[in-house]
Structures are given as C-alpha cells and as structure tokens.
C-alpha cells in the first residue's frame, strides 16, 4: 500500500502537469490568439481574402492561377523546373512580369507603355526598399481590370 | 558573393539579436533563479495553484538523476498525449477537413520528433493533420520541447555554479519558464505576425472561385499561433509541408527578417544567460565568441557559392539570398525551418547547413546549444591542458578523467547516430522506398540521407524528403536517432555537471578560459573535432557535389 502511494506521488506531477501543459500550451493559447486576431485583424486572420466586384475571388498570398493571356500569369507550378517551393508563390520577379507585357498588348489592345507603367506602379522588393524587385500577381491583374474596365468585360 | 547591402541586412539581424539577448538574459536569469519580476503579481498565485493542482514541491531540491528523469518522464508523458490525440484525429473535434488518424509510425515519429524539439516531418500539415492536432499535439510539444530544453541548460549552469548545492527542481523551472519567458514571447510574436498577415482561424478552409473562375481551397487555419512558437522555441516544424516557403506561414520580406530573428533570439539570450548565471559574466566570452565566430565561418561557406536566382525551389519574394541567409541561420540554431525547398539551394549552402547541425553550437539550439558548447569547452580545457602541462581547469575545478570520458562520449553519441543509420538505410535499400531517390545522382543521394539522419541527430527537422520519408523505416529509424541524440547526452552533460557539486574550487586557474586567446582554440578545437569525425562523409556529400559542378541540381 504505502509503495503504491509513494508511486503515485512520483507519478502524479509527471500526468498532471503534461495534461495542465497541454490545455495551457495546446488549448488555451491559441484560441487566445485566435479570438484576439479575429477581432483586431480579421482581414489577416482570414487568410488576406481579396475581392471582385463583391466576391472573394482569393488570396492577396496564394497564387490564383491565371491562364487567359489577358492576364499576367504567375509562375508555371505545373512544371518542376520553374516551380517554387510552396507550389503556390503569389509572386513573379518584376522582368517576368515585364515579359508578359507584349503579350497582354496584343490580347486586350492595351498599350505596352501603359501595361508596363502599371507593372513600375506595384513593383516590390526582397529588402524593402532594394533587392530584388517582384510584383503580386492578384494584385496587378485586379489593377489591370480597375484600370481598363472595357477591356476586361465582365471581370469589372 | 553578396553585395554591400545584404551583408548589412546580415550584420543588421545578428546585431539585433545580440543586443535584444544581452538585454533579455538579466531577466531569463531572474526568472530561473527566483529573483522577483513583475509578473509576480499575475503568476506568483497562479504557480502556487499549479503546484498544489499537480502535486509536486517546490522546495524540493534535485539531484541530476531526479532532474533528468522527472525531465524525461514528463516528456514521455506528454508524447503519450500527442500520439493518442494523433491516432484518434478522426473521431476528435476540430477538424472541419475530417482527416483521419495518422497510422502508428507516423505518429510515433512525429511526437519523438517535436517532443524532442527536432520536428522532422513526413507529412504535409495541410493535408494531414485536423486544426485540433495541429494546437493540442504539434503547437503544445513545441512549448514544451523548448521550455524543456532551457530547464535542462539551468540544471547544467547549476551544476556549474561555484558553492551550488543541487540542480534546482525542474517542475518549478518547467513552470516558470513556460510562464515568464516563452508564452508571453509567444503571444507578443503570434500578434505581430497576424497583423503581418499570417492567419489565425478556426474557421475551415476557404472554398473560392477565381477571377478566372477555377475552384481554389485557402489552407487557413491556427498558423500564427504556430509559427511563433516554432521559430521562438527553435523549434522548426511548420503547419504547411512547405514550411515557411508556404505564403500563409511566411507572407512576405517582413515576416522573413522576423523570423529569422525570433529563431536567433532564445538561442543568443541563453548564451549571455551563462555568464550572469554562473556568477561569472567573462565565462560567456568563449561561448560568445566561439558560436557567433562559428555562425560567421557558416554565414560565408552559405554565401561562397552563387545565390541562387528565382528558379526551382525559391519563392520570389524572398530570392535566393534570404534563401540562403535562411538555411544558414535556421541549422544554426537548430531550427530547422525553411523559407525554400532545400533542393534549390547551392550545395555549398547545405554544407554549411550541415556545419550548423554537426557542430550544433553556433550558437545552437535552445539551451542544449549552451550545454554543447561547454561540453567542447571542457575538451578544449583538457587538450590544452595536456599541450602545455598545465592543470586543466574549467570554472576553478579540475578536470578529471572522468570528466573527460563523459563529454567524449557525449560527443560521439552524434557521429555514432547519424553514421550508423546512414549506412543502414543503404545496406536495407530502404532509401530505394523513397520516390524518385534511385533516379538521384550518388553524390545528391548520399547527401539527402546523410542530411536526414544529421538533422534528425541534431534535433534540427529540416529535411530533403518531408512526406516522401513516410515510410516504415525512416519513421522508425529516424525516431530512435532523434531520441538518443536528445536524451543521451543530456543525460551524460548533467551526470558531469551533477559531479561538479560539492568539488574544491581554485580561485585562480593556470589556464585562464574568458580571454580571447581561448576563444581561439576553442573554436580550432571545434572545427577540428567536428572534421576528424565527418569530413570523408562530407567529402562524399555536398563537396562531391559542388566540384562536380552540379550547383541547383539537387532535386
């Protein structure tokens, strides 16, 4: 009997501190974080949902999958070659984007000098102000759409 | 090479995190030493609650054994915790996307690994694991690896301290820990990166029609939550396959540089913390200038080669030197995280990744880093103490030859687990079960396995092979190289810690250990050990690799 409990008074801070530190760490901590996010960042909290003419139509951070030559496309994540890492990179590098320009030109009758202003007008960098330069693929097709409305029928 | 201004983003992070660690140790020491802080108001009632709910006095002084073994226990406990919460993920709440339970080998590698504060990972989180096993089994081991990790490290520095008369009780500094220096850190950084763009919901994933008019799923979930503690606690497995390449765990430069800089910070903290814990603030010096120089050596081997441009492998908002500066700095401090898929990293990149994880004090992981670095320090002592016929001493006590049998075993526990199983999965054709594996030139083969077991060993997680290593074998064999590489020689450096209780100290040592001249050697001694034991490995690996010209043709 008194091994039993000398046992279980070993034992006992071993079982109830993994259960306290599990509900502490595991439960508590992020439904903290996920109650406070909701109400001061709920944009971000939601995974930066973007909008078109009043319907989400993605994310500002997950590549969307543009396919119609009237529209920048992001990286080819169908080819491993050219593919990035997370398979879902919202990004392509400023020249990239630049290459498309002719071909956007061509398709919506758009002015190359004014595609490639509007490419300058959403470029980024790696280091903020220097590095490498990118542009948000989302981003500068809904800019293409905002601003040439009559050639983008039914997107606006 | 990198230009002048990516060397001063470098010199940038490390700087901050330096300073940001010089300034937080005071506190992470009054904390371990039950100095007053301000949070006592708050926590002093909450902790003695805690105590009486699971039992356990805090008065109670401890032992090494006691230390380690209450340590290891409650560790199994909480592995215990994560495997039946794993297993049963389907029958559980939470889980909008209905994911079944992982088969029994997945999830014995994946509570060993994050209980372990390795987080290797064969699976893909996103398409695996319920919201309720990512928060109840991944986020609540990554606390508790980590806090883990800088109790066993006071235990060590207690051991260390002149006129210590235990180990101190490791409830008491489970608890605080958890309580004063990691959860508060954590719920700051999960804000900063939510307001950054990282998402937090329980919400299930987001169904869309593109502007295109295609179906795509948002994979959102708890990520900031996660995130924070992963980097913080370095410990590195991510809540997406792609870890922080994915865009919703790493949106953009911003959330990169940070962190980048939580994984440095505990890691640096915990290296001034030596100091002003011993009593001794100079005996930080050789640890400082020792991981820091060492960092730098890997920094530069990482940047040797060309940066990769974005191509396979690299995400475009952070290019190939982020990249880089990432897998440098994340097998530094034994994260193990990535910002890009390994295989488009130069292979000069991944030697130095593969410095980080062998040498596994630059500065190291969280605490253990600390603990290996005095472990190559009392080496230093003895070899030099040979070399100039002087009494080895280290902290006023001499070194023995017990000494000096423990902490070589403690150093060969890693070449001996990473090289064993590295030869076994050849000789098992078990690597052949990996998809894609026998199409790999030798050299590429070699150094993927060869980086399995070496991150596993080191506690580091990153890997080559993520899901495809979702087999039997490397769930197994992985599984037993990252829980000897973590319990063995904790167990070995506290048993020479223990020793130092109670032993004569001289007030002045014939080898002075805080100048710059032993930083010197120490460092040598470091490099030296750490090349007698993996260069012909290496040689076999990575450098074959590079000088046969294969640069980006690692996938």
Redesign the interface.
């Not at chain 2, 709910?53 to 356990?56: N, R």
């Not at chain 2, 939510?194 to 919400?203: D, M």
């Not at chain 2, 990535?338 to 898929?341: D, L």
């Given at each position: 009997m008194s091994s039993k409990v000398s046992k279980w008074k070993t034992y006992r801070p071993v079982i109830a501190l993994s259960i306290l530190s599990m509900l502490v760490c595991g439960l508590a901590y992020p439904l903290l974080i996920t109650g406070v996010s909701q109400a001061a960042f709920p944009y971000q909290a939601n995974g930066s949902q973007v909008q078109l003419g009043g319907r989400v139509v993605g994310s500002y951070y997950i590549d969307n999958g543009f396919t119609l030559p009237i529209f920048f496309h992001g990286r080819n994540e169908t080819n491993p070659l050219t593919a990035s890492a997370s398979g879902v990179d919202p990004d392509i590098t400023l020249s990239d984007a630049l290459s498309q320009v002719p071909r956007i030109s061509n398709a919506t009758g758009i002015p190359a000098s004014s595609l490639d202003a509007l490419v300058k007008a959403h470029e980024r960098w790696t280091l903020w102000v220097t590095g490498d330069p990118y542009v948000n693929v989302l981003e500068l097709n809904l800019a293409l759409i905002a601003a040439y409305p009559s050639s983008y029928p039914g997107y606006a | 090479m990198i230009d002048v201004?990516?060397a001063l983003?470098v010199i940038g992070i490390l700087a901050a995190a330096l300073v940001s660690g010089s300034l937080l140790a005071p506190y992470v020491v009054r904390v371990l030493t039950g100095a007053p802080t301000r949070l006592d108001r708050f926590l002093d009632p909450v902790e003695k609650r805690?105590y009486g709910?699971?039992?356990?006095d805090p008065t109670v002084a401890m032992g090494w054994k006691q230390y380690f073994f209450?340590a290891l226990?409650?560790n199994l406990?909480?592995m215990?915790?994560?495997f039946a919460i794993l297993v049963a993920q389907g029958v559980l709440p939470l889980n909008p996307q209905g994911f079944p339970g992982l088969r029994w080998d997945l999830a014995l590698n994946t509570v060993v690994s994050f209980a372990t504060n390795t987080n290797l990972q064969h699976y893909a989180g996103e398409a695996t694991l319920s919201y309720f096993s990512q928060?109840?089994?991944i986020?609540?081991l990554?606390?508790?690896s980590a806090a883990t990790g800088v109790c066993v490290m006071a235990a060590m520095v207690r051991g260390f301290k002149p006129g210590s008369a235990h180990m101190g009780n490791f409830?008491v500094d489970?608890?605080r820990v958890?309580t004063r220096i990691i959860?508060p850190l954590?719920?700051l950084a999960?804000?900063v990166l939510?307001?950054?763009?990282?998402?937090?919901?329980?919400?299930g994933y987001?169904a869309?029609?593109?502007?295109?008019g295609?179906t795509?799923t948002?994979l959102?979930g708890?990520v900031?939550?996660?995130v924070?503690?992963m980097q913080i606690g370095t410990n590195g497995g991510g809540y997406?396959g792609?870890n922080s390449?994915?865009?919703?765990q790493n949106?953009n430069?911003?959330t990169d540089v940070l962190q980048i800089y939580l994984m440095l910070l505990i890691p640096t903290t915990l290296v001034f913390v030596f100091g002003e814990m011993i009593g001794k603030k100079k005996e930080t010096r050789p640890i400082l200038i020792g991981s820091y120089s060492l960092l730098a050596i890997d920094l530069v081997i990482g940047f040797l080669g060309s940066i990769p441009t974005?191509?396979?492998?690299?995400?475009?908002?952070?290019?190939g030197?982020?990249s880089t500066f990432w897998t440098v700095i994340t097998t530094a401090v034994t994260t193990g995280s990535?910002?890009?898929?390994l295989s488009?990293i130069n292979p000069l990149g991944i030697l130095s990744a593969f410095m980080g994880m062998l040498i596994q004090a630059t500065p190291g992981g969280k605490g253990v880093g600390v603990m290996y670095m005095i472990m190559y320090i009392v080496i230093t002592v003895f070899v030099v103490g040979l070399m100039t016929g002087r009494t080895p001493e280290y902290l006023g006590v001499k070194i023995n030859a017990r000494d000096v049998k423990l902490v070589m075993v403690a150093f060969l526990v890693h070449p001996i687990a990473i090289l064993v199983p590295t030869i076994a999965a050849y000789a098992t054709k078990a690597v052949d079960a990996i998809p894609g594996f026998t199409s790999l030139p030798t050299s590429v083969g070699f150094t993927q396995v060869l980086y399995e077991f070496a991150s596993s060993a080191a506690n580091n997680g990153s890997d080559f092979f993520g899901a495809a290593a979702n087999t039997p074998f490397f769930n197994l064999s992985t599984a037993a190289v990252i829980f000897v590489g973590r319990y063995v020689p904790i167990a070995i450096l506290l048993a020479l810690a223990g020793s130092m209780i109670g032993r004569k100290r001289v007030a002045e040592q014939s080898l002075r250990t805080d100048g710059a001249a032993f930083s010197v050697v120490l460092i040598g001694s470091i490099l030296l050990l750490v090349v007698l034991a993996f260069l012909p490995f290496l040689m076999l690996g990575p450098l074959l690799t590079y000088f046969q010209g294969m640069v980006n043709f690692f996938?």
């Open positions: - | 201004i990516q983003a805690v709910l699971i039992g356990a209450a226990l409650l406990a909480q215990a915790i994560a928060m109840t089994a986020q609540f990554q606390f508790t409830y489970f608890v958890l959860l954590c719920i999960a804000l939510v307001a950054l763009g990282v998402p937090q919901t329980i919400g987001v869309v029609k593109t502007v295109e295609a795509q948002l959102v708890p900031a939550s996660l924070a503690i997406f792609a390449a994915y865009p919703f949106p430069p911003a974005v191509g396979p492998g690299i995400e475009t908002r952070f290019g030197f982020f990535v910002n890009a898929s488009g996938g």
